[in-house]
């Protein structure tokens, strides 16, 4: 499927994510400008900006619980209804702590908004394409933001025209959510991972993720007060934050490349050595009156906090198993917002009892810590190989895009899946033929819908099993095993696989070799149909059976193969014979035996030739 098809569906979502982002983007810049201009302290300044990521933060924990409360809809509603008022109430006051208590709801509205546009994003999502969409979503909202901090230039931040279009950019991103579906996907529960596990998992990871939680949230709140102090308003501020924003995704791309090519620590150490050059020189370059070198660090060094976020991301995906992915995200993005709170208050604290400078020295002192924190963590643990990390995905920072991230383990939900199985349940009462021909036309025009589609319609009582794997299968031949592993996931797998035995026989063996290997628990009821059925098949299924097994171990990822255990595996398999053959045991465990010797000859051999080439 081409970009441009995966996305159209998507236009309404996207065009409300940029309305939303701009009217944040914007808001970010004029409120420490308005502060600094009606003489506010710099402490108290730095106190207000924090608040936003004390709401982000108890958005971030309990968004998916007001999601499932109240709806998308209407929780988009009210996050665009309330973050609307904060930001006017802003206008019309000057008092510190109705500003701190505005700034936090804002946090909060904005959490719940994006965690509510991504999860209508993952709703319509396949696994295909949400990377796709996931990257398109990261270049909407960075575009929204730098565009929406030029809106600066369009009037005075003293007066209140400003913050009526922050207000208004709120208000109408609510408009397009309106017209996107009467139909919403269920908000599943997501496990959550305590923190100090993940620090347990990687101290690395979890460490560099409140490092740049501390440093993005400092320069991105007071930069624009330290640019102001150096004479740069209005629009100039505008294009020096904007290339800030710019750099934050932009220098994602070399790093990323960086990432996949060398050891992550590495590429972590390498990105603080230079951030800490950039720390020391953009200041000077300021003092100096220099016109364009500015803009340039500033984007490097924005740019280079930006991508701690992803890269902390991807080095504690290295450490985690598939299934801890989601849950570690989540409380990665709980403990950015944690630094994100310490950092502009610990800032603007140094800044006033120093000087303005101090937002440097401040950036410089954090970001030498995380070195000697890095090499101190290289020194103490083993290097994973370059072949075996996770690869970078891009991510901005403090955004929540739990499932999108091509890494996760896919959770199949589509909008357009269960809409149209709804078609499919009220055909089945009358005419299960039909019902199973309106599935065959759908497969036929959305191939990546067919597995899903298989296995929802099996649990559907009218609709025979048979009849339906049939169905799919001419139509698509090369789904017949996915199609038999989702309706082995529904109990109701024995009738295909007699099926098979009996019309198909040269298909069945890779159809039960892969349900087994994906579905453990269904391999008894495999062996067992083949000892009634076809024994003398029992002893090849059992060859194919260990060398997947085999196979799909040395394909794991590393954290994964770690905690798997080939032996055990091996040892359930040859119960499962015990049960239901007991007279091919003998037979069957020595065919297993050699299976497992010749794989292992061969690892062998592969290592071998791996260590020769490196010599």
Not at 145 to 154: D, E, K, M, P, S
Not at 265 to 284: D, E, H, Q, Y
Not at 306 to 314: D, E, F, Q, R
Not at 407 to 415: K, V
């Amino acid at each position: 499927m081409t970009i441009t098809a995966t996305l159209r569906p998507l236009t309404l979502l996207f065009i409300s994510s940029f309305l939303l982002m701009s009217s944040h983007g914007l808001s970010g810049i004029l409120l420490p400008v308005k502060l600094a201009a009606e003489q506010v302290g710099v402490q108290s300044i730095g106190f207000i900006l924090s608040m936003y990521s004390v709401g982000f933060l108890l958005g971030a924990i309990i968004g998916k619980r007001v999601l499932r409360q109240i709806g998308l809809v209407r929780t988009f509603a009210m996050c665009g209804s309330l973050g609307a008022s904060a930001i006017l109430i802003m206008g019309l006051s000057e008092e510190v702590w109705v500003w701190s208590i505005m700034r936090a709801l804002m946090g909060f509205c904005i959490a719940c908004a994006t965690a509510t546009l991504d999860t209508w994003f993952n709703s319509v999502s396949s696994e295909s394409n949400r990377g796709k969409i996931l990257a398109f979503n990261q270049v909407v909202i960075l575009s929204a933001i730098t565009l929406g901090q030029f809106g600066l230039a369009l009037a005075p931040p003293s007066e209140t025209t400003l913050f009526i279009l922050c207000g208004v950019l709120f208000s109408i991103s609510v408009s397009p959510v309106v017209f996107v579906s009467q139909f919403e996907p269920q908000i599943e529960e997501t496990e959550s991972m305590p923190l100090r596990s993940i620090y347990t998992l990687s101290p690395l990871g979890f460490v560099t993720c409140f490092v740049c939680g501390i440093l993005y949230s400092t320069i991105a709140n007071m930069l624009p007060v330290y640019a102001g102090e150096q004479g740069i308003t209005g629009f100039e501020l505008s294009v020096f934050m904007g290339a800030a924003t710019a750099g934050g995704i932009l220098l994602q791309l070399p790093m990323g490349y960086l990432s996949d090519k060398f050891e992550r620590r590495k590429v972590i150490l390498f990105g603080c050595f230079v951030l800490a050059v950039t720390s020391f020189a953009l200041p000077v370059s300021l003092e100096l009156g220099w016109q364009f070198a500015p803009l340039m660090l500033v984007a490097v060094t924005m740019g280079l906090i930006a991508c701690l976020y992803p890269l902390s991301i991807s080095e504690t995906f290295d450490r985690a198993i598939k299934s801890q992915l989601v849950p570690v995200l989540s409380g990665l993005l709980c403990i950015y917002a944690i630094g994100s709170i310490i950092g502009p208050y610990t800032a603007s604290i140094l800044m006033q009892r120093i000087d303005d400078s101090a937002l440097f020295g401040f950036i410089i002192f954090v970001d030498i810590a995380l070195i000697m924190f890095t090499i101190y963590r290289m020194s103490v643990r083993q290097a994973l190989p370059v072949e075996e990390q996770e690869s970078f995905v891009m991510h901005t920072p403090a955004s929540i895009h739990e499932e999108l991230d091509p890494r996760t383990e896919y959770q199949e939900h589509s909008l357009f899946v269960d809409e149209a199985l709804e078609q499919v349940e009220t055909l089945a009462k009358e005419h299960p033929s039909k019902a199973i021909a309106f599935i065959r036309e759908l497969s036929n025009r959305n191939p990546e819908w067919t597995a899903a589609l298989a296995e929802k319609a099996a649990q559907i009582e009218s609709i025979d099993t048979v009849t339906l794997f049939r169905a799919l299968t001419l139509t698509n031949p090369e789904l017949s095993v996915e199609i038999a592993k989702r309706l082995a996931e529904t109990e109701q797998i024995e009738s295909v696989i007699e099926w098979l035995l009996e019309k198909e026989p040269e298909n069945t063996m890779k159809i039960l070799v892969t349900i087994s290997d994906s579905l453990e628990e269904e391999t008894s009821s495999i062996v067992e149909t083949l000892a009634e059925q076809a024994p003398e098949m029992l002893a090849e299924f059992s060859q194919e059976m260990v060398s997947t097994i085999v196979e799909t171990n040395q394909n794991l990822r590393s954290a994964d193969r770690e905690e798997s255990d080939i032996n055990e595996s091996v040892e359930e398999f040859i119960s499962s014979v015990a049960e239901s053959a007991p007279e091919q045991v003998k037979e069957i465990s020595q065919i297993v035996e050699q299976s497992i010797a010749v794989h292992e000859e061969l690892l062998d051999a592969q290592l071998s030739d791996s260590d020769g080439s490196k010599a």
